[in-house]
């Protein structure tokens, strides 16, 4: 069986409204995304500073 491996536009606003409750910001947001979908990856050295 294949795994899909997008979200629905559903699952995105969904995602979008959690974090907005925990006062993610817009730019944490597109981060967040963005590292999902594969785009970006984390800076380590970023998180332990």
């Given amino acids: ?3 899909l491996k997008a979200m629905t536009a559903r699952e ?3 995602l979008i ?3 907005k409750a925990r006062n993610f910001t817009s730019d944490d947001i597109i981060d967040c995304i ?3 979908e594969g785009k970006k990856k984390e800076d380590k050295t ?3 500073s």
Avoid: G, R, S
């Fill in 17 to 19: 409204e959690w974090l």
């Fill in 46 to 48: 970023e998180k332990e």
């Fill in 1 to 3: 069986m294949e795994v």
């Fill in 12 to 14: 995105i606003l969904n």
């Fill in 34 to 36: 963005e590292t999902i």
